[in-house]
C-alpha cells in the first residue's frame, strides 16, 4: 500500500469501530465519540489539546479543546458501554479467562482535582504512599493473538461521598462482566484472598483462580492447616513450563485437595515452585484430573502479565497518568475513550496476518519479529505515524443529513374587484 491508501485503510476502519460503538447515539454524541477515539489514537495521548492537533478543524484549537472537555463532563450515551462489549464479546473464547486486577493513577502533583485520594503506588519499589485514584479494572485476552482489552474500568476515591467499599467496586465490575461472560474463569491475584469474595463467587456459582496469602487458613484431611505449612510440606512433581514476567521459564507443581474458611466447599491447592523466593499457592474451584488440568490452570494464572502489561501501555504510551481534566465523572470518561481506543488496536491485531493494514502498520513501527508477543507498543506506535501523514482529521467522515429539500410552492392570491 502507498502512503495516502494506508491512511485511508486506517481512517476507514477506525471510524467503522466508531460507528459500531455510537450505534443509537444522537449525532453530536456519534461526532464526539469520532472524535475522541481517533484523537487518542491519532496523538498517542490522553491531553486534550494534543487529540485537537489532530482533528485539525478549521477552528482556533481552544474552541475544539472547550467543545471536548464540555462532553466530556456530560453524560455517556446508555449504549456505548453495551456496544464495545458486544464488539469484543465475539472475539473472546466465553470459556477463556477474565482477569480481575485493581491499579491505580499517581497525581503526586495534583491539588485541583475532585476528591484525590490517597493510593499505594504500586509502581514505585518501595510501594510509597501517594496523592492518586484507585482503579477496579476487569480485562481479557482476544482469542485470537492474545492482545487484552478492557471490559471494565472505573477510577474511584475512598473520600467520595457514595464510596462503600474497595470490595462493594469489585462485585459491582464482576456483576457487570458476569452478564456476557457467564461461563469463563474468573483469575484474581492475592489481593483478591478475602472470604467475602469467595462466598460471593459461590453465590454466583462462577469458576475462579485465586492466588492466595500465606496467612490463609486450609482445612486438608480433616485438619486446619496455615497454608505455608502446607506449601513447605510439599515438593513440586509435575514441571510446567509458563511465561513469567514475560519470560519462557519452569516451574514445579504440586496440587491437592482442601477447603477454606469462608466456605466447606472442595477447592484444589496448587503449589508452584522454581519461580519465586517463596513459593506460589493458588487455590480454584475448576477440577485437576491430572497434570494437563494443573498446568492449564497455572499457564491460566500467568498469563495474567498481559493484563499488567496492560495498565502499563495505558500509562506509558498514552500518559494517562498526566490527564488534565479534573472531575471525577471527566476523568472516568476519559479513560473509558482511552480503553476503547486500546480496543480498536487490539481488534486491529485480530486480523489474518496477510492483511495489508495490519502489515502496514507493524512495518511502520519497525516490529515484524515473531519473538514478539505484546504488540500493542508495536500497533500504538505504528497507527501514530500513520495518521501523522494525514492532512485532515477525521470529521469529514462523518456526513450530516439534510432534509430533502422541498419543493418550491407558489401560491396565487387572487383580489377581487368589488
Known amino acids: 500500500m502507498n502512503t495516502t491508501t494506508i491512511t485511508y485503510a486506517l481512517k476507514r476502519e477506525t471510524f467503522n469501530f466508531c460507528q459500531v460503538l455510537s450505534k443509537d447515539a444522537p449525532m453530536a454524541q456519534k461526532r464526539f465519540i469520532t472524535d475522541m477515539i481517533y484523537g487518542i489514537t491519532a496523538s498517542g495521548s490522553c491531553i486534550l489539546s494534543k487529540i485537537a492537533d489532530t482533528l485539525q478543524e478549521p477552528i482556533h484549537k481552544s474552541n475544539t ?30 470459556t477463556g479467562n477474565i482477569f480481575v486486577d485493581d491499579s491505580d493513577i499517581i497525581k503526586p502533583h495534583g491539588y485541583a482535582f ?14 510509597k504512599i501517594e496523592k492518586g485514584y484507585h482503579v477496579a479494572e476487569i480485562c481479557a485476552l482476544l482469542d485470537k493473538g492474545k492482545q487484552p482489552v478492557s471490559l471494565y474500568s472505573h477510577i474511584y476515591s475512598s473520600i467520595s461521598e457514595d464510596f ?16 456476557d461472560f457467564p461461563d469463563a474463569t474468573y483469575i484474581f491475584d492475592r489481593g483478591y484472598d478475602a472470604n467475602e469474595h469467595f462466598k460471593f463467587l459461590y453465590r454466583h456459582d462462577k469458576q475462579f483462580i485465586v492466588r492466595i496469602k500465606q496467612n490463609r487458613t486450609l482445612y486438608h484431611k480433616g485438619k486446619s492447616w496455615n ?24 516451574c514445579y507443581v504440586s496440587h491437592l485437595n482442601v477447603r477454606i474458611t469462608a466456605d466447606r466447599h472442595p477447592l484444589r491447592l496448587l503449589l508452584i515452585y522454581g519461580l519465586t523466593k517463596t513459593p506460589m ?7 485437576v484430573k491430572g497434570k494437563e488440568d494443573a498446568a492449564k490452570i497455572v499457564r ?26 479534573r472531575s471525577l465523572k471527566a476523568i472516568n470518561a476519559l479513560n473509558r475513550y482511552v480503553s476503547f481506543s486500546i480496543g480498536l488496536l487490539s481488534t486491529i491485531s485480530q486480523k489474518d496476518e496477510n492483511s495489508q493494514l495490519k502489515q502496514s502498520i507493524l512495518a511502520k513501527a519497525m516490529a515484524l519479529k515473531k519473538e514478539v508477543s505484546f504488540f500493542l507498543y508495536q500497533y500504538g506506535y505504528g497507527v501514530m505515524r500513520i495518521l501523522a501523514q494525514a492532512h485532515q482529521g477525521i470529521r469529514g467522515w462523518l456526513k450530516k443529513k439534510w432534509e430533502k429539500y422541498k419543493q418550491l410552492e407558489m401560491i396565487l392570491v387572487t383580489r377581487m374587484n368589488r
Do not use: C
Open 281 to 287: 499457592m493458588l487455590v480454584t474451584n475448576r477440577a
Open 65 to 94: 479543546i472547550d467543545r471536548l472537555s464540555r462532553h466530556l463532563k456530560s453524560d455517556m450515551p446508555q449504549t456505548l458501554e453495551k456496544n464495545y462489549r458486544h464488539l469484543v464479546k465475539g472475539q473472546i473464547k466465553p
Open 227 to 250: 497454608a505455608v505449612t502446607l506449601r513447605d510440606s510439599h515438593k513440586g512433581k509435575i514441571k510446567v513450563d509458563v511465561k513469567f514476567e514475560g519470560k519462557d521459564t519452569s
Open 164 to 179: 462503600v467499599s474497595a470490595n462493594a467496586q469489585t462485585q459491582n465490575a464482576l456483576i457487570s462482566v458476569f452478564r
Open 114 to 127: 475532585e476528591d484525590l485520594d490517597l493510593v499505594r503506588d504500586g509502581s514505585s519499589k518501595d510501594k
Open 300 to 325: 491460566s494464572y500467568f498469563s495474567r502479565w498481559r493484563i499488567e502489561e496492560y495498565f502499563r501501555f495505558k500509562k506509558q504510551h498514552y500518559g494517562f497518568e498526566g490527564f488534565r481534566v
